[in-house]
């Protein structure tokens, strides 16, 4: 049916299915913006006016011809179908009259034409992106025929219209089919939030979004991470597709004027006259070709007279296809030789036009002026200063400021490639310690640093000597190096030592999060606890996503975070502790989940041995312990721990944690001692009091442990703590409903296997669950898995069309309105077998 080809609009379809049946001659207006869906909404409607028996006639857009000549062409098209002798002969008869040029009865012959077929039922006239007047399309529609026309805006027609049905956004649960369409498959989660914030108010106009998301296949920045497709280069700007209509409506002149404006960040409309001759046009038509584009919504006014380009993708776009960096640094030139204001250094840092000696002086003097209440803004004036030939070597000040600020702002990305060797010798050490830095959150370094910052890395841990700061604080002095460096190595006493030894008092709960960080590889928060206001995480880069994962994960958002997974997998680099501690949450999620294959994809790339072994090995046993296989991981805890005999400990109090629950379960007494006892030498007190409690089966201490984390809002840990305590307690109802609603928080379905095992039932679920039949319950967790229907049709043995029709029912029966939320009503547990 047409219902199963349209994606959405199903209001505005059964409308103009209604209309056919409604009063005769009415006149029906679709009203959307390019690429709303009208011509796939008419073309449905279409299909669904035949079904009814239902006559159509389609009139193709005019572009010039004559309306009337087209029409007669329409309907001599579709004669056919009426199989009425009078209609035919004066259907020939028009065509002759028309053929000669214009004919004054043409219109009074076009209505009896359609006053005859009228007659022998209901006829409607399609009019997609109409041009044609109004009463034109009167013809068909004083007999008594529907008429529906189709356009973007046309007020003669919007006018005489009895009916007006308008193209909003498409819904997202509607739109995300086609998206997977047009990409080749599933999209990660964040990709669809990336394109809605670059189209802006064309987030949910299907004909951009799919197109956009077209584009981006083709050049290859979709990158498939399992069995989803992930954004390659997500800082780079998502721009919309050569040809689209938005950049085609702006014109040639339009486009080059929302390249400068997006280029330069936003423009003065002050300053139009000298760019209007830059860039070789007059100012007349200049101020009218801005009004046109205010007035389209491609360029926004500021209220303090400024103007920016709507929306991102379109900025990327006009970027991408009208180059202006020449024009951008001869627009600043020209100013710059007038008055120097603010203003000027904006522009200058987005156009980094060739600045002479007395301007990088201005440009820096602006930066000081600024950098304490505007470091975002200061850090960029000062890179466009200092990445003149020279200037960083005559400005020290300014170039301590600025690395000072690159680290307090997280802009790494603007660190100028400087030669260190000619830099005076009391900012090396800074310099080095911003490419440190630049090169672990980016994982890139500027070529002229390669020369020299390998070797001057390999001496970071050596005792530096005194050097003359040109602030009372480096970037990051060698005692805080030596400090960073016990805390990524997780060693709290080691940080205790140090700070002691540099006269900084340390709370302990700082030393234990220190470790704690350090363990997860989790450079950001470590540098958050140690610098406080002196660094922010940048916003992006594998530094920022894997801390965000980390908290994603421990705030039981997992959705999201095996989103940041696949960020980071889809990445360049990918054998650092942060990727590798990535794919392992990425497995206990889907383990969770009971998505077992998956799981088993993300832990195969993480290598055996090294110091992550230990949480290798935690991601390995907990598949076995979702497959019930306690004795075999037990065996593998033990001999891991024969293994490390003191080395690498990472991770290691979590897999000791699971290891006693495997012993238990395995009825191991002696192995459950010697974790326990393992456990005891872990710095963490929430792992040694959970162990304790168990090891012992003592409920106090396991409440005690539950409160705990539930008071560090860990859902990990939380979990951990309510299994203990629900097997422990005497009543364990109610720690087993608390561990239900997270398990149904998280989606970890796979977890109830581990609660439901004999003398530990799971309460049933407060909501009623629908029951549904073993091959719904299959094809469910199948499209769990993101198989897509011919897939699923092709393990079930079944056609593709028995699948679709199962998913019809499926979405009336349980009020899903697509399969993300079919998938995500399994993972709450709604659905269960039919008794």
Same mark, same amino acid.
């Given at each position: 049916?047409?219902?199963?080809?349209? %994606?959405?609009?199903?209001?505005?379809?059964?409308?103009?299915?209604?209309?056919?049946?409604?009063? %005769?001659?009415?006149?029906?207006?679709?009203?959307?913006?390019?690429?709303?869906?009208?011509?796939?909404?008419?073309?449905? /409607?279409?299909?669904?006016?035949?079904?009814?028996?239902?006559?159509?006639?389609?009139?193709?857009?005019?572009?010039?011809?004559?309306?009337?000549?087209?029409?007669?062409?329409?309907?001599?098209?579709?004669?056919?179908?009426?199989?009425?002798?009078?209609?035919?002969?004066?259907?020939?008869?028009?065509?002759?009259? !028309?053929?000669?040029?214009? =004919?004054?009865?043409?219109?009074?012959?076009?209505?009896?034409?359609?006053?005859?077929?009228?007659?022998?039922?209901?006829?409607?006239?399609?009019?997609?992106?109409?041009?044609?007047?109004?009463?034109?399309?009167?013809?068909?529609?004083?007999?008594?025929?529907?008429?529906?026309?189709? !356009?973007?805006?046309?007020?003669?027609?919007?006018?005489?219209?009895?009916?007006?049905?308008?193209?909003?956004?498409?819904?997202?649960?509607?739109?995300?089919?086609?998206?997977?369409?047009?990409?080749?498959?599933?999209?990660?989660?964040?990709?669809?939030?990336?394109?809605?914030?670059?189209?802006?108010? #064309?987030?949910?106009?299907?004909?951009?979004?799919?197109?956009? $998301?077209?584009?981006?296949?083709?050049?290859?920045?979709?990158?498939?991470?399992?069995?989803?497709? =992930? +954004?390659?280069?997500?800082?780079?700007?998502?721009?919309?597709?050569?040809?689209?209509?938005?950049? &085609?409506?702006?014109?040639?002149?339009?486009?080059? @004027?929302?390249?400068?404006?997006?280029?330069?960040?936003?423009?003065?409309?002050?300053?139009?006259? $000298?760019?209007?001759?830059?860039?070789?046009?007059? #100012?007349?038509? =200049?101020?009218?070709?801005?009004?046109?584009?205010?007035?389209?919504?491609?360029?926004?006014?500021?209220?303090?007279?400024?103007?920016? !380009?709507?929306?991102?993708?379109?900025?990327? *776009?006009?970027?991408?296809?009208?180059?202006?960096?020449?024009?951008? &640094?001869?627009?600043?030139?020209? #100013?710059?030789?007038?008055?120097?204001?603010?203003?000027?250094?904006?522009?200058?840092?987005?156009?980094?036009?060739?600045?002479?000696?007395?301007?990088?002086?201005?440009?820096?003097?602006?930066?000081?002026?600024?950098?304490?209440?505007?470091?975002?803004? /200061?850090?960029?004036?000062?890179?466009?200063?200092?990445?003149?030939?020279?200037?960083?070597?005559?400005?020290?000040?300014?170039?301590?400021?600025?690395?000072?600020?690159?680290?307090?702002?997280?802009?790494?990305?603007?660190?100028?490639?400087?030669?260190?060797?000619?830099?005076?010798?009391?900012?090396?050490?800074?310099?080095?310690?911003?490419?440190?830095?630049?090169?672990?959150?980016?994982?890139?370094?500027?070529?002229?640093?390669?020369?020299?910052?390998?070797?001057?890395?390999?001496?970071?841990?050596?005792?530096?000597?005194?050097?003359?700061?040109?602030?009372?604080?480096?970037?990051?002095?060698?005692?805080?190096?030596? @400090?960073?460096?016990?805390?990524?190595?997780?060693?709290?006493?080691?940080?205790?030592?140090?700070?002691?030894?540099?006269?900084?008092?340390?709370?302990?709960?700082?030393?234990?999060?220190?470790?704690?960080?350090?363990?997860?590889?989790?450079?950001?928060?470590?540098?958050?606890?140690?610098?406080?206001?002196?660094?922010?995480?940048?916003?992006?880069?594998?530094?920022?996503?894997?801390?965000?994962?980390? *908290?994603?994960?421990?705030?039981?958002?997992?959705?999201?975070?095996?989103?940041?997974?696949?960020?980071?997998?889809?990445?360049?680099?990918?054998?650092?502790?942060?990727?590798?501690?990535?794919?392992?949450?990425?497995?206990?999620?889907?383990?969770?989940?009971?998505?077992?294959?998956?799981?088993?994809?993300?832990?195969?790339?993480?290598?055996?041995?090294?110091?992550?072994?230990?949480?290798?090995?935690?991601?390995?046993?907990? +598949?076995?312990?979702?497959?019930?296989?306690?004795?075999?991981?037990?065996?593998?805890?033990?001999?891991?721990?024969?293994?490390?005999?003191?080395?690498?400990?990472?991770?290691?109090?979590?897999?000791?944690?699971?290891?006693?629950? @495997?012993?238990?379960?395995?009825?191991?007494? *002696?192995?459950?001692?010697?974790?326990?006892?393992?456990?005891?030498?872990?710095?963490?007190?929430?792992?040694?009091?959970?162990?304790?409690?168990?090891?012992?089966?003592?409920?106090? @201490?396991?409440?005690?442990?539950?409160?705990?984390?539930?008071?560090?809002?860990?859902?990990?840990?939380?979990?951990?703590?309510? +299994?203990?305590?629900?097997?422990?307690?005497?009543?364990?109802?109610?720690?087993?409903?608390?561990?239900?609603?997270?398990?149904?928080? =998280?989606?970890?379905?796979?977890?109830?296997?581990?609660?439901?095992?004999?003398?530990?039932?799971?309460?049933?679920?407060?909501?009623?669950?629908?029951?549904?039949?073993?091959?719904?319950?299959?094809?469910?967790?199948?499209?769990?898995?993101?198989?897509?229907?011919?897939?699923?049709?092709?393990?079930?043995? $079944?056609?593709?069309?028995?699948?679709?029709?199962?998913?019809?029912?499926?979405?009336?029966?349980?009020?899903?309105?697509?399969?993300?939320?079919?998938?995500? *009503?399994?993972?709450?547990?709604?659905?269960?077998?039919?008794?």
């Amino acid at each position: 049916m047409a219902r199963d080809r349209l %994606r959405g609009r199903r209001t505005e379809l059964a409308a103009l299915r209604a209309a056919v049946r409604g009063d %005769r001659g009415r006149l029906v207006v679709v009203r959307g913006a390019a690429g709303t869906g009208k011509t796939a909404l008419l073309r449905a /409607a279409a299909a669904a006016w035949q079904a009814d028996g239902a006559r159509v006639i389609r009139l193709p857009p005019a572009d010039g011809a004559d309306p009337v000549r087209l029409l007669v062409d329409a309907v001599r098209a579709e004669f056919e179908q009426v199989g009425d002798a009078v209609v035919a002969e004066r259907i020939a008869t028009l065509t002759r009259r !028309c053929e000669t040029g214009p =004919c004054p009865t043409a219109f009074p012959a076009l209505t009896a034409i359609f006053d005859r077929i009228g007659r022998t039922g209901p006829t409607v006239l399609v009019a997609d992106d109409a041009d044609a007047p109004a009463a034109v399309l009167g013809a068909a529609r004083r007999p008594g025929c529907l008429v529906v026309a189709a !356009c973007r805006d046309a007020p003669e027609l919007l006018a005489a219209a009895d009916e007006v049905l308008e193209l909003g956004p498409l819904p997202e649960a509607d739109l995300a089919p086609l998206l997977a369409r047009a990409a080749g498959g599933l999209l990660d989660e964040a990709v669809p939030q990336a394109l809605a914030a670059a189209l802006g108010p #064309l987030a949910g106009n299907p004909g951009a979004a799919i197109a956009t $998301v077209a584009e981006l296949r083709r050049r290859g920045r979709l990158v498939r991470v399992g069995d989803r497709l =992930c +954004l390659a280069d997500p800082v780079r700007p998502i721009a919309l597709p050569p040809g689209h209509d938005l950049p &085609a409506r702006a014109g040639e002149a339009g486009l080059r @004027l929302l390249a400068v404006v997006s280029a330069l960040g936003s423009l003065r409309i002050d300053d139009l006259p $000298v760019l209007a001759e830059v860039l070789g046009e007059r #100012l007349d038509p =200049c101020g009218r070709l801005v009004d046109r584009l205010v007035e389209a919504g491609m360029l926004t006014a500021a209220p303090d007279g400024s103007l920016t !380009c709507e929306p991102p993708a379109l900025a990327a *776009a006009a970027v991408e296809q009208v180059p202006v960096h020449a024009e951008c &640094a001869e627009f600043t030139r020209r #100013l710059l030789a007038g008055n120097r204001t603010r203003v000027l250094a904006e522009y200058a840092s987005r156009a980094r036009p060739p600045l002479d000696p007395g301007e990088v002086s201005w440009l820096v003097a602006e930066a000081d002026a600024i950098a304490a209440r505007e470091p975002e803004r /200061a850090v960029r004036w000062y890179a466009a200063a200092l990445e003149q030939p020279g200037a960083a070597a005559a400005q020290p000040a300014a170039l301590a400021e600025f690395l000072r600020l690159v680290v307090a702002t997280g802009r790494y990305e603007l660190l100028p490639d400087l030669d260190a060797a000619a830099l005076p010798a009391e900012l090396r050490h800074d310099l080095l310690v911003a490419q440190l830095l630049a090169v672990a959150h980016l994982g890139s370094l500027p070529p002229n640093a390669k020369r020299w910052w390998f070797a001057a890395v390999a001496r970071i841990g050596e005792r530096l000597p005194p050097v003359r700061q040109l602030r009372a604080q480096p970037v990051l002095s060698p005692g805080e190096l030596t @400090l960073l460096g016990h805390a990524l190595l997780g060693d709290r006493d080691g940080c205790a030592r140090t700070a002691a030894r540099l006269r900084r008092r340390i709370a302990p709960e700082t030393l234990d999060a220190l470790a704690e960080a350090g363990n997860f590889a989790d450079l950001a928060t470590v540098l958050e606890l140690l610098l406080g206001p002196r660094y922010r995480v940048p916003s992006h880069g594998p530094v920022a996503v894997y801390q965000r994962l980390l *908290a994603q994960y421990r705030a039981g958002d997992w959705t999201s975070a095996l989103s940041a997974a696949r960020e980071l997998a889809a990445g360049n680099e990918t054998d650092s502790a942060g990727h590798q501690i990535a794919h392992l949450i990425a497995a206990e999620i889907c383990t969770a989940r009971g998505q077992l294959t998956a799981a088993r994809r993300w832990l195969d790339p993480v290598p055996e041995g090294g110091a992550l072994e230990a949480m290798r090995v935690w991601g390995e046993v907990g +598949l076995l312990l979702h497959l019930g296989e306690y004795r075999e991981a037990v065996g593998i805890v033990q001999r891991l721990l024969d293994r490390l005999a003191g080395r690498s400990r990472y991770g290691l109090d979590q897999l000791l944690r699971r290891a006693l629950v @495997l012993a238990h379960r395995a009825g191991d007494t *002696a192995a459950a001692q010697r974790f326990l006892a393992e456990l005891e030498r872990q710095p963490r007190s929430l792992a040694v009091l959970q162990g304790r409690a168990f090891a012992h089966r003592d409920p106090v @201490l396991a409440a005690e442990a539950a409160d705990l984390a539930r008071a560090r809002g860990d859902v990990p840990d939380q979990l951990v703590a309510l +299994l203990v305590a629900a097997e422990i307690a005497e009543d364990p109802e109610p720690v087993l409903r608390e561990a239900h609603e997270l398990v149904d928080r =998280c989606g970890a379905v796979g977890l109830r296997r581990i609660f439901q095992r004999p003398g530990l039932s799971a309460p049933q679920p407060r909501a009623a669950r629908t029951e549904l039949s073993e091959t719904e319950l299959r094809i469910i967790e199948l499209l769990r898995e993101g198989y897509t229907n011919r897939r699923v049709a092709s393990l079930l043995g $079944v056609t593709v069309k028995t699948v679709e029709n199962h998913l019809t029912r499926l979405f009336a029966r349980t009020g899903c309105r697509s399969r993300v939320e079919l998938v995500a *009503a399994s993972l709450q547990g709604r659905f269960g077998p039919a008794a």
